[in-house]
């Protein structure tokens, strides 16, 4: 069960997260497939009485504590110091051309959760003050990080060819995210493949296990 911060002096790593965050679930996903433990730490950054600015001074989730308290942020930072400390089932290729690519990916699919996010705190404003103007600037992002992934993954059974990696992961985190604040984007017609990756991703427990929770 995700606990509120509680016992500052453990050893036990911790993620401090929100449990609707695509940056988080991307770092709680690679977690599950590296089978590394940790605390989750449930705290949601909008909330008046968040602690996430003492973990971290942009106060965004995700952030990781280490087993000394020094914390690490953001996802990016995060999931490469992950995949480096345990050999099981590496999600970046050590090879600098292909890991490159993965990143690529990553930016791409971090990318588009950011517009979206930019969307979604936006339209919680009082009608008055928000820029219709913006809010299409950032959803023409969306649909643009929709269309090059469509295309990058054409026919491929993963993101970037024959093996799962953290392409797959972000990707489906970003996917997930749209399902969750935009129910109403209707990006499986107009991307079959996309839709078929996600299902594909939802076979695997660290997918369907941080399902984030119904808006
Ligand atoms: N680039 C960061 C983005 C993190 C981020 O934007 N997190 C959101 C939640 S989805 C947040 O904490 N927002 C709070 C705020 O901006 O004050 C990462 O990859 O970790």
């Given amino acids: 069960m995700p606990t509120r911060p509680t016992n500052a002096?453990?050893?036990?790593?911790?993620?401090?997260?929100s449990l609707t965050s695509p940056f988080a679930r991307k770092v709680?996903?690679?977690?599950?497939?590296?089978?590394?433990?940790?605390?989750?730490?449930?705290?949601i950054p909008w909330d008046e009485d968040t602690r996430v600015p003492q973990y971290n001074p942009l106060g965004k989730v995700p952030v990781?504590?280490?087993?000394?308290?020094?914390?690490?942020?953001?996802?990016?930072v995060i999931v490469e110091?992950?995949?480096?400390?345990?050999?099981?089932?590496?999600?970046?290729?050590r090879e600098p051309r292909p890991r490159i690519m993965v990143k690529r990916w990553e930016a791409l699919a971090d990318g588009l959760c950011e517009a979206a996010a930019t969307v979604f705190q936006?339209?919680?404003?009082?009608?008055?003050?928000?820029?219709?103007?913006?809010?299409?600037?950032?959803?023409?992002?969306?649909?643009?990080?929709?269309?090059?992934m469509s295309?990058?993954?054409?026919?491929?059974e993963w993101c970037t060819g024959e093996f799962f990696n953290l392409s797959d992961i972000a990707t489906g985190c970003a996917l997930g995210y749209l399902d969750l604040r935009f129910p109403e984007l209707d990006w499986r017609s107009r991307h079959p493949n996309l839709a078929a990756l996600h299902e594909r991703l939802l076979a695997r427990p660290?997918?369907?296990?941080?399902?984030?929770?119904?808006?």
């Fill in 9 to 17: 002096g453990s050893h036990r790593m911790k993620l401090i997260a």
């Fill in 28 to 43: 709680r996903v690679v977690a599950a497939e590296k089978h590394i433990d940790y605390e989750l730490v449930v705290d």
């Fill in 64 to 76: 990781w504590v280490l087993e000394d308290g020094k914390t690490l942020f953001d996802s990016r």
């Fill in 81 to 93: 110091y992950l995949d480096s400390i345990s050999p099981v089932g590496h999600v970046l290729p």
């Fill in 122 to 148: 936006e339209r919680k404003r009082p009608p008055q003050q928000q820029s219709a103007e913006w809010i299409a600037r950032q959803m023409r992002k969306v649909d643009a990080a929709l269309t090059a």
């Fill in 151 to 156: 295309e990058d993954l054409g026919e491929q």
């Fill in 206 to 215: 660290s997918f369907r296990d941080t399902l984030p929770p119904a808006a």
